[in-house]
């Protein structure tokens, strides 16, 4: 293509990924990833998607995409194909104008540990610059939904609410305020991809978990106290509650029928060590997503404490510090 004339329709962003305090398990549509709770989520430093989108005829003039370096194919294709067409359709372009995606990811994908929601929220800002939409942070974190609900998130830095929202427009995320310096220790036991995906689990779960309604419902008062303890400094508030929201979306999965069940011998050990830790005096609490691997919410100052208390459990497993990262961000043509 012909990056440097001026009609090149090229644009390059990077977004981070985001862990949820207050768990998003569900959808009240699917085509439009409306949840059925609003969600609170940390977004995190050092992993990042970089992702340029130019519409520049693709390959054969289908959508190509290539992520680390390799070219992507199958549902995850799909999955970015039906998002540019969404692109497309919004800013007037015709669907034979096909596009190349060139991705890099720090985050270990399809792991639970966040890949799609940077990837789609770096996929939402290279495609609607490079197609010449003008969104406003927004929109944008509504057009990210489109791609995954957790990328709505990923938009912004920091401590992030998503707010459900009845349709496409009124669900979108927006930070809130937040007097903690959190952090979280990431204790990476397998980052292989995971068995089944979080859009499958929760959809399983939703139509087959006896628990899944009393979760929803627990969600609402969960999520006010979240928010309160963070606006108002209170670790322990903040860990307790974030513990067993995780904790309890498990519970519906476990009950779902058949049982989805990520848990691993070494999850379990994790566990039962933050436990221990926090009896002892650290400031230290536990979440999961879809797959293995167990974050550990704490602030700054205890995080390097926490890190190494934790990296002597798990002969091969990685156990890594992050801090609030910032939201998503562009690069100027020819930078
Ligand atoms: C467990 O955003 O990956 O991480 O909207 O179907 O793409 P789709 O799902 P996704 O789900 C994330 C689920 C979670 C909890 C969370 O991030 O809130």
């Known amino acids: 293509m ?13 977004a981070n990924s985001n862990i949820a305090l207050i768990k998003y398990w569900g959808k009240t549509d699917d085509l439009l990833h409306l949840p059925t709770t609003s969600s609170l ?3 995190l430093d050092e992993t990042w ?3 340029t989108v130019s519409f520049d005829g693709g390959a054969d003039g289908q959508d190509v995409v290539t992520i680390n370096g390799v070219g992507v194919e199958g549902t995850a294709r799909e999955r970015v194909h039906r998002f540019l067409s969404l692109v497309r359709e919004r800013a007037g372009l015709g669907q034979d104008e096909a596009a190349s995606v060139v991705s890099t990811s720090t985050v270990p994908l399809a792991a639970g540990l966040a890949s799609s929601a940077a990837g789609f929220a770096a996929l939402a800002g290279a495609a609607s610059r490079a197609a010449g939409l003008d969104l406003d942070a927004r929109a944008l974190s509504c057009l990210a939904r489109r791609g995954s609900g957790s990328a709505s998130r990923s ?12 349709d496409d427009a009124s669900s979108f995320a927006e930070p809130v305020p937040c007097a903690l310096d959190l952090a979280m220790v990431v204790i990476a036991l397998d980052a292989g991809a995971k068995a089944v995906s979080s859009t499958v689990a929760m959809r399983h779960t939703m139509r087959t978990s ?6 929803v419902e627990a969600s609402a008062a969960d999520l ?3 928010l309160e303890a963070a606006a108002s400094g209170d670790l322990e508030r903040l860990g307790a509650v974030a513990q067993a929201n995780a904790l309890g979306m498990h519970a519906t999965m476990v009950a779902a029928r058949p049982a989805v069940l990520y848990w691993r011998p070494g999850t ?6 933050v436990e221990r830790l926090r009896r002892d005096g650290l400031p230290v609490w536990a979440t999961m997503d879809a797959g293995p691997n167990v974050k550990v919410l704490t602030d700054t100052a205890h995080a390097g404490a926490a890190a190494e208390a934790l990296a002597g459990l798990l002969p091969g ?16 043509p020819g930078s």
């Open 2 to 14: 012909s990056a440097g004339t001026a009609t090149a329709r090229t644009a390059t962003a990077s």
């Open 41 to 43: 989520s940390l977004t």
């Open 49 to 51: 998607t970089t992702t």
């Open 155 to 166: 938009v912004f830095g920091g401590l992030v609410r998503w707010n459900r929202g009845t």
């Open 210 to 215: 006896p628990l899944y309604p009393a979760w």
């Open 224 to 226: 006010a106290e979240a």
């Open 268 to 273: 379990v050990a994790v566990l039962h060590e």
């Open 317 to 332: 497993a990685s156990v890594t510090v992050r801090r609030g990262g910032e939201g998503i961000r562009y690069e100027q």
